[in-house]
């Protein structure tokens, strides 16, 4: 016993009386339960509660695989100005069509005239009404473009319209576009993500989407009448 | 020399024709009347479905000279929808898209959109089209749906082989959510798929 007293702190034998309650603690536990399995109790009882209360982990992991939904090769597929934008002083895109002046894929976008009178803030915006299942990816991504001659504070972020009550979620943060250059706006939508305002995706979240939206900000500068091209709207896991 | 070159061209273009018409099948074209075509039953019982009539119609026609003329009185302000279909088996397996294309008069409002809905397999399955088509008064619109297994164009159901090849029921619906109003005629034609 001096020999124990001499070699092991007092503190880690006191650990190490914890140790073995808590073992035993789980152990009756899981008896009492009548629970067959090899689960270790100590895990079980100090884990479980755990599990509950903290939100899903974002993947980490490089995004290897993409499907594309929209490349306006062959048409706007239901894309739009909507109905509720057109004539809304706030609202910044006159018109949509098609171009082949740039893309990021293949030889078409999507072009949006859009004249941000600057001073206030305003939007364009161009949506697609459309029932999606994007529960089999991460993220959705979309490729914008601005001419080299646009001025820069120009923005974009998405925005979706989700479940059966057709809420309106936009991307908390976003991104800004560089003249002359092809910008992706990447969202997570995965459970637990932080990219949307005033909403954490859970597991129904990407699984009943309903409308995308891309809209670009100008809040009170730049002003800036041209081109906006939308390209390459597609899910990746 | 310039006989065999006339000869040829004409040729070629005939070949070329007949490809693009192997390329798609006509199933319905209304041009021996309804073809098998109703409004269903439970549509006439549910006070949102207001499809009044159908009928062969010689007024317009997007292939032949017949379409299939649906009278409708959606009373706005509320969601309602006009419907139509068949009964039929279909092994779509050799084709890629269904197709059809529908007609609102030119004195139409516009806000009237349509899609198509299908019936597959053992559990008659009820899909609709995930996305709708915006009719435009005056004109033709083709509705086009991809049938072929990773489709988006379906709404809640994963499209794999299974369900080009055993396809039960084709509906087409016309619907107004709230707005607009319309009472008047609605014309379908050219239902067709495409390899």
Wanted: with cysteine; charged share 25%; glycine share 8%.
């Amino acid at each position: 016993m001096e020999y124990f007293r001499a070699r092991v702190p007092a503190s880690a034998v006191i650990c190490g009386f914890l140790i073995i309650a808590l073992a035993g603690c789980g152990k009756e536990g899981k008896n009492n339960g009548g629970t067959l399995t090899s689960v270790s109790p100590a895990k079980s009882s100090v884990k479980e509660p755990a599990k509950k209360e903290t939100p899903p982990a974002i993947s980490t992991r490089p995004i290897t695989e993409e499907r594309i939904y929209y490349d306006f090769e062959a048409g706007f597929s239901g894309w739009e100005i909507p109905v509720w934008a057109q004539g809304k002083s706030d609202y910044a895109a006159k018109e949509i069509g098609l171009s082949e002046e740039f893309a990021s894929r293949g030889k078409k976008s999507m072009k949006i005239s859009a004249d941000f009178p600057g001073g206030k803030w305003s939007a364009a915006l161009v949506e697609i009404q459309q029932y999606l299942n994007l529960g089999a990816y991460r993220v959705i991504l979309v490729d914008l473009y601005v001419p080299k001659e646009a001025p820069t504070g120009l923005k974009a972020k998405l925005i979706l319209t989700v479940g059966s009550n057709w809420k309106f979620v936009e991307m908390s943060r976003s991104v800004p576009l560089i003249p002359g250059e092809w910008v992706t706006v990447v969202a997570n939508i995965e459970p637990g993500s932080h990219d949307w305002k005033r909403v954490v995706p859970d597991e129904e979240f990407a699984r009943d989407v309903r409308k995308i939206a891309v809209r670009i900000e100008s809040n009170q500068k730049p002003i800036y009448e041209g081109p906006i091209y939308i390209d390459n709207v597609r899910g990746g896991k | 020399m310039r006989k065999i070159i006339t000869v040829l061209m004409v040729a070629g273009l005939l070949l070329t024709a007949a490809a693009v018409y192997a390329e798609e099948t006509v199933l319905f074209d209304y041009e021996n009347g309804l073809e098998g075509w109703e409004v269903p039953d439970w549509a006439y019982e549910k006070p949102d479905h207001v499809q009044k009539a159908i009928a062969p119609s010689d007024m317009y026609s997007s292939s032949g000279n017949f379409s299939l003329e649906m009278d409708v009185d959606f009373p706005g302000g509320r969601w309602t929808g006009a419907i139509v279909e068949i009964m039929q088996f279909f092994d779509w397996s050799d084709y890629s898209k269904i197709a059809c294309d529908i007609y609102i008069p030119e004195d139409a409002p516009r806000g009237l959109k349509s899609v198509i809905i299908l019936t597959v397999g053992d559990a008659w399955k009820w899909v609709e089209m995930s996305r709708s088509y915006d009719l435009v008064p005056g004109e033709w619109t083709t509705l086009t749906a991809d049938l072929t297994p990773g489709s988006i164009d379906w709404r809640r159901i994963q499209v794999d082989d299974a369900f080009r090849q055993d396809v039960r029921k084709i509906d087409i619906r016309v619907h107004s959510n709230n707005k607009p109003a319309y009472t008047g005629p609605i014309y379908i034609d050219n239902i067709r798929v495409i390899k």
